[in-house]
């Protein structure tokens, strides 16, 4: 917990997620008070909780629509704002929006779809910070409001009070050379993440197709062969952990060892173990920092070598 600027949380998190907008065709707009601060917190939690509220927006937004951000200093507080013009949420559902999923409705493998656990995670995170977040609607297909409400930190920010680790943009982000040729698929079953990870993946020379669902995904396994699998964990019908046990079981002997990279929001000790134990090589945790994940895939270039 240091001294952190909301405007540098909100701002990193628009350069991950500003691709994933423009190719939807959503607009995204910023209004940032740069003297809003500082609150005292861990910025890389702040930035996912940014991250969830912003990605949530633009994926229930429609093409043409629009997502507009705001930090402003609110009395003793910063209050970040992200409004959306998207799908709204029904007066029956705005007051479970934050619950975690129930005993019943707890697989990765909801056919019934929600906002997700990001969401869940977000208020815990906020909280965590002495905070609160809280959520309006007119209605189905009229917008949702999120509003984020954290604490001013006690003391100013000094020259030595600098973000441990900030989210690079995409555009200046050095590319591994690794990655140059390297055959990547990508599994999740939301298509902007699809395309988001298509666009850094490319800007680095790799050649990539995506699938948005565990069917799709080895069907392109056993046709196209690539040299590296990145899927994402939470997927409805069969989740990540099921579409790397039929490749490890039931794959060709092209494409049984094929090195593996798990997504996914859940981060503990445990869910790492249980990512590893499945047949994945390595576990990245979403909100997904560029630069994390291309180093990552390019450690197992050698591994697709010798496959």
């Not at 929600?114 to 609607?137: D, F, P, Q, R």
């Not at 040729?181 to 020379?205: A, K, N, Q």
Request: aromatic share 4%; net charge neutral; glycine share 8%.
């Amino acid at each position: 917990m240091k001294p952190v600027e909301p405007s540098a949380v909100v701002t990193a998190a628009l350069d991950v997620l500003r691709p994933a907008a423009e190719l939807k065709g959503v607009r995204l707009e910023a209004v940032m008070d740069s003297s809003a601060g500082p609150v005292q917190g861990d910025f890389q939690r702040l930035q996912q909780v940014v991250w969830n509220l912003l990605s949530n927006a633009i994926k229930f937004t429609p093409k043409d629509g629009g997502v507009h951000v705001e930090v402003k200093r609110h009395g003793s507080h910063i209050q970040i704002t992200v409004k959306d013009t998207g799908a709204g949420i029904s007066k029956d559902f705005l007051p479970y929006v934050f619950n975690r999923f129930s005993q019943a409705d707890s697989s990765t493998t909801r056919a019934h779809g929600g906002l997700g656990v990001g969401l869940a995670i977000t208020k815990s995170i906020v909280e965590l910070h002495g905070g609160s977040v809280l959520v309006s609607s007119p209605g189905e297909g009229q917008g949702a409001t999120f509003m984020v409400n954290l604490p001013l930190a006690a003391t100013r920010k000094t020259t030595s009070d600098k973000p441990r680790s900030e989210v690079l943009p995409i555009n200046v982000i050095e590319s591994p050379k690794e990655l140059v040729g390297l055959r990547i698929l990508v599994v999740d079953d939301e298509p902007d993440t699809c395309e988001m990870l298509r666009f850094l993946f490319e800007r680095s020379g790799a050649l990539v197709e995506t699938a948005t669902s565990a069917q799709a995904a080895l069907a392109l396994i056993d046709q196209w062969n690539p040299d590296v699998l990145v899927s994402d964990i939470g997927m409805p019908d069969i989740d990540g952990y099921e579409l790397i046990r039929r490749i490890r079981t039931q794959g060709s002997k092209r494409n049984i060892r094929i090195p593996a990279v798990a997504l996914t929001v859940l981060a503990r000790i445990e869910d790492r173990v249980k990512v590893l134990s499945a047949g994945y090589q390595m576990h990245v945790a979403k909100p997904v920092e560029p630069v994390e994940l291309l180093t990552v895939v390019a450690s197992l270039a050698a591994l697709a070598n010798k496959r």
